[in-house]
Structure formats: structure tokens, C-alpha cells
């Protein structure tokens, strides 16, 4: 009998719920291939504060969207400002009808996606209620992707960026390899000066070692391109033969989305000069 190789980045068994002293996550109900246990939308506030920040609120699903209201005020809190991490639907598709129930203001990187509130930029501090959160720029997965530095607790909202559980998708065309590396770089660093510990994931569960998990990260996405690199050496030339080789132990129903990050690969080696 053989041990099972520990999970990177050493993952929580439990989904939703309370995360840390001042993040809790409302778990979407859309699971999915893509999704894993679904969208966390997560409500952010110092302990003694009646402020609450939300995070990707999710879906466009009523029901979803009312139990995160309701989470907040069992947990005592007001909501007053939304977040984004990105403009996927999962994540973003339900802050217009979210802002019509809390009437918060939303933020976000790419302007089509704010509401009656500034933008986001690298540097930003959002200090609501007291409440200290910093914007990290984390493009890659998408060009407007961004994580949110939780210094209090020594944590790091990231979106679609490192997921809980598996690897993320780099969305070509919009999400860029060479970018999302430099993100991954930037997490690492914070991770190794102690900065960041904890992982608040956009899917899957929380990650206690947020070094190991985005060092993992690291280590797959080069172990990929090197693939990658091989395969198109063997002589195959599009995404799809790319895919069916490199990506043959995968479920099928994730060949798309591994599509997109083959397209990014492949752009990566080209304009590297490796290809």
C-alpha cells in the first residue's frame, strides 16, 4: 500500500465557510469541470467592523446572490463595496443586479465592468471599515485579472490566478503566458517574505502553504511549455494535435480550455524564439 502524494499547496478538506479571522466564503451553486465546487464569493471585514467588502460575487443567480447578503448580516455586517478579480462570468456576471440589492458601488480593473465607483490599480489600498486590502496585479489568466493582499491576515485573494484544487487556464488571446509567469513571480515573492501564508482561492478550497502551491504553479507551467516545445519539435503544428498529445491523461472535456492555454504556450515560444 502506497501513500497518495500530498495535494499542493496544501488544501483545507472543506469548501465555504469561515477562512480566516476576517475572510468567509459563500460558495456559488455552479459547479462545473471549469468552476470546480463553484464560484467563491468572498465577504471580507475586520472582526469588530460593520463593514463588510465583497469579492466576486458571482453568477447572475438570485439565489446565490441573496444568501450573500444574508451571510453578511448573520455574520453582523453591512455590505459596502464590491470587488472584482476579473470579468468572467462566474465571477462578475451577477455585480449589476448585486449592486441593485446592496447598493454598493463596484470596482474593478476594466472599466465596462465598474459601477458607480473608481477603478483599480496596482497599488490601490481599499481600507472600508477599516479594513486593509492591496491590489496586486496578477494579469495572465485574463489581461485584467487582479489578486487582493490581505496583510492582516497574512493572505492572498486570487481569483482564477491559483485555484484550490488543479491548475488555472491561460484564456488566449486575452490572457497572456509571459504575463501570468510574471504574476505567479510576484505571488511568490510575497509568499516568501512572509507576506502571504494563506490562499483565498476564486475556486476550490483555501491553500494553507501559499509558497508550495504557487512554486507548484511554477514548476507545471514550465513543465508544459517544455512539452509543448517537444511536441511541436516532433512535428505537430496546431493547438488541437498539441492538445491531444500533450494533454492525452486529461478529461476530454477539458481539451478546450487547454486549447487556449496551448495557444498562449505557443505564442510564448514564438515570440521567444523557441519554435
Known sequence: MTTPAPQPGDPREQVGGRATARA??????????MTLDGTNTWIVAEPDSELAVVIDPGPLDE???NT???????????????LLTHGHPDHAEGAGRFAELTGTPVRALDPALRLGGEGLVAGDVITTGGLELRVVPTPGHTSDSLSFHLPADR??????TVLGRGTTVVAHPDGRLGDYLDSLRRLQALAMHDDVATVLPGHGPVLADARGAVEFYLAHRAHRLAQVETAVEQGLTTPSEV??????DVDRALWPAAELSVRAQLDYLLEHGLI
Not at 450573500?68 to 464590491?82: D, E, F, M, N
Not at 492538445?243 to 492525452?248: D, E, K, P, T
Request: one cysteine or more.
Open 155 to 160: 493572505s492572498v485573494l486570487t481569483g482564477d
Open 68 to 82: 450573500v447578503v444574508s451571510t453578511a448580516h448573520s455574520l453582523g455586517k453591512r455590505i459596502a463595496l464590491t
Open 63 to 65: 439565489g446565490h446572490l
Open 24 to 33: 468567509f466564503c459563500v460558495l456559488a451553486p455552479n459547479p462545473s469541470p
Open 243 to 248: 492538445v491531444a498529445h500533450v494533454y492525452a
